[in-house]
């Protein structure tokens, strides 16, 4: 996957769905509720159907994408260390800030914070041993596991009521796929060998790209506009960016 045109194909679809998903948002979506607009629906579904091809796309590319990693080591665990990090302070700051826990039951909650800190701390420990060229307990890489079944449960339980709306519904496949890219790089980190680690990293990228179609929108939708997007208050959009980043560096893993 990881050569100059893989990674520029892979870029600049990206971007085409980052602009379909901005231009859905902006324009055939309620700003209140999430709903699309009846007026709009061809058109909304013209560009669901426009990002599922590209998502295909991007599965194809990087299943049959050359396998060799060429970056240096101590490059690879930058970017390994770096996604960990980001992806720990996005937990932290769902356990602790978001409104994403607002009406879920109060066990769920319990469970997710306290699923959120363990994971954020097995996240940040692995990324401390390898900046400092150290040996880490193999068993914190099933923490982060942990953090995305609890969210998956709370996010089924937030948004039981508006399984219709699009991001919600983008949301719930960017997490579906998050647990399985933490899932396997669980098994990666473990030593586990995977019966098909091209597979492993297609679903990667994968995910890489629904985080990064369902969260940089968003973000861009609300710097245009703070007002408008009330829905967003429920959907985390950080966590969201991070698995994106995350799952991107498990793909790297991957190919080595």
Not at 122 to 136: D, M, T
Not at 143 to 171: G, H, M, N, Y
């Amino acid at each position: 996957m990881f050569n100059k045109i893989n990674l520029s194909v892979f870029g600049i679809v990206v971007a085409v769905g980052i602009i379909l998903r901005s231009f859905m948002l902006s324009f055939t979506v309620e700003t209140t509720s999430g709903f699309i607009k009846s007026e709009y629906m061809p058109w909304a579904v013209f560009i669901i159907a426009l990002l599922t091809i590209s998502a295909a796309f991007v599965f194809f590319i990087a299943f049959f994408g050359k396998q060799k990693n060429t970056l240096p080591f101590k490059t690879t665990t930058l970017i390994y260390s770096i996604a960990e990090i980001i992806m720990a302070v996005a937990m932290l700051n769902e356990a602790f800030f978001s409104s994403l826990l607002k009406y879920a039951q109060p066990t769920q909650i319990i469970l997710h914070k306290l699923a959120a800190v363990l994971s954020a701390a097995g996240l940040l420990y692995i990324a401390g041993s390898k900046l400092f060229g150290k040996e880490y307990s193999k068993h914190a890489t099933i923490l982060p596991i942990t953090f995305f079944i609890t969210r998956i449960i709370v996010v089924f339980s937030e948004f039981a009521a508006l399984a219709t709306v699009s991001d919600t519904v983008i949301e719930t496949i960017c997490m579906c796929l998050a647990l399985v890219t933490f899932l396997n790089f669980a098994k990666i980190s473990c030593g586990i060998n995977l019966k098909n680690v091209t597979l492993c990293k297609s679903v990667a990228m994968l995910c890489c790209f629904a985080c990064a179609v369902g969260s940089i929108p968003r973000i861009i939708c609300l710097l245009m506009n703070t007002t408008s997007f009330e829905y967003f208050s429920n959907i985390p959009i950080f966590t969201t960016f991070a698995a994106a980043i995350f799952s991107f560096s498990v793909a790297f893993k991957c190919e080595e």
